[in-house]
């Protein structure tokens, strides 16, 4: 199908599908490989490269961005094994807009089944006069030269106007025209800065989907960073106002603060189905897998809070809600952790937990505690929990045999 297929038909604001049946299929693009890659103390070498794009293949993910080929022997070398070996998503290879580092990502990407050259240039105004130093005309000449270079190697383009989201609105749109008659197949809509807010996102995508003339011929797409904390939030901003790209990564990872979150953007898609109307290719029981992959290949850590795959994510503390988790799931879980592949829901015991917690796990070990005797070990407990962070299970049955044998 073409491209523009993916697109909702109508121009209305909330960019569902036209019925509750027929939800809009998100691209998901991932860029763990090549803007995850440029966290600082991020890199990777060939053949974790390789074990990452494997999983994130089998993630169904839609496009992997395998890295930016010009950048050095390695990371061509990584995106041309990948396309060798990856059939399942499109393998994507990055380059500026010159003659040179396009040649260099269509060597790499040549072997794919899929591939696709993302080339990118800055539009904005800052961008263009104190980096490019170039005037508009000959920014919307090099683009328009790249994007016809790179379709004369592949027939998959993206292009990217770098730093879109502070770029003037009519010079934005006439690159983007510009772009898609030279053969571009998608438009990316960068926040390069992290600058953007979800109601602005909502319009910048509006604005080009109304004032765009040839803009039904591309998928829009939308490349989010975090610096101020709203990358998820301004990329399902996007998709609300008709994106059919997100640009995401495993954790969140990327330049400065990171990118986009992919876990984040896909389960707030799921869980509210009922809001997006959107669907995607992600099995999300992966999640967590890859979560776990990604941060040991590049030692960044994932903070214990972090939404969906953090270890605490789905780890309940509070008696009350342990007590309310206990009787119906739903009153404190939106999604269930093996929804993304953790293997169950971690209720914590610790100096909050109540009796129907402490009787809970004492029955996962075994033990049937009930009335005063409950009561007992639940006093000592509640001791125990005021001197230390986290009850473990072998603490649990110490209470519970001292309480047997009497002492
Ligand atoms: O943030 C950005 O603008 C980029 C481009 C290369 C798409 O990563
Ligand atoms: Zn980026």
Redesign the pocket.
Known sequence: SSPATDQPAGGDAAGAAETATEKRHIRIFD?TLR?GEQSPGASMNLSEKLEVAHHLADLGVDIIEAGFPIASPGDFESVRQIAESIDKSTICG?ARCSEKDILRAADAIAPAQQGRI?V?LATSAIHREFKLRMTPDEIVRRAVEGVKLARSRCEDIEF?P??ACRTEHDFLCRVVEAAIDAGATTI?V?D?VGYITPEEVFKIFQMLRNRVPNIDKAVLST?C?DDLGMAVANSLAAVAAGAGQIECTINGIG?RAGNAALEEVVMAMKTRSDFYQTTTRIDSKRLVPVSRLVSKVTGINVQRNKAIVGRNAFAHESGIHQDGMLKERSTYEIMSPEEVGFVKTDLVLGKHSGRAALADRAKTLGFHLEGEELQRVFEQFKVLADKKKEIYDGDIMALVQQEISGK
């Open positions: 860029t803007d990055l993302h990118f990217s770098e730093d990316n960068p390069t490349h960073h330049e």
